[in-house]
């Protein structure tokens, strides 16, 4: 249990680092993340898979993921009488999380790439991709950053954590905003208070 809490708030430390959640944010009431004028309707689900070959330019599609869909998409309801807490600026995040039936050395053994799409209708509109590699940490965890394609805003990243039983559990968070006015104006060289 005290494995599972470290791994859960080094998650945590990480997604607040890249801007992904406010500090505190509940899930189990957050607000649908269409983000206002999104080429994605995140309701509709945003197709996501594991593609052969590297970004930009992968290949066939090798293991199908669940579509980053918002909070609201996955049945969690936001009691609208009830003000949302932290910071009015917060950018929306979406997520997907999905169990492929390999182990995290399997899909580490050749190129792979982690590729979102502008929707089902529009498959060949990439919105984010990102490169599988690297070395998993002791407990078989391997974070991995996913790129905006097409000017589309979007960008993120991708959890991929070995499991015992040989599968590999992905999880992807999803928002738009992040490289633009929201962080495209802080100074990385100098650390916040």
Do not use: K
Request: with cysteine; aromatic share 4%; glycine share 14%.
């Amino acid at each position: 249990m005290v494995f599972v809490r470290r791994r859960l708030a080094a998650l945590a430390a990480l997604l607040a680092l890249c801007g992904l959640v406010a500090g505190g944010a509940n899930y189990a009431t957050a607000q649908d993340a269409t983000p206002v004028g999104s080429p994605v309707a995140a309701t509709a689900g945003i197709p996501a898979h594991i593609h052969a070959g590297m970004c930009p330019e992968v290949g066939p599609v090798v293991f199908p993921l669940a579509d980053v869909v918002g909070a609201g998409a996955m049945g969690m309801d936001m009691a609208m009488a009830t003000p949302m807490a932290g910071g009015g600026a917060a950018i929306p995040a979406m997520m997907s999380v999905t169990t492929v039936q390999a182990d995290l050395t399997t899909i580490l053994s050749a190129q792979h790439a982690i590729n979102l799409h502008q929707s089902a209708e529009a498959i060949d509109v990439y919105i984010a991709c990102g490169d599988i590699g690297g070395t998993p940490d002791a407990g078989n965890n391997l974070v991995v950053g996913l790129a905006e394609r097409n000017a589309s805003g979007f960008s993120g990243v991708a959890w991929l954590h070995g499991n015992d039983d040989g599968t590999t559990t992905v999880t992807i968070f999803l928002a738009q905003g992040l490289s633009g006015g929201a962080m495209g104006g802080m100074d990385m060289a100098t650390p916040a208070a």
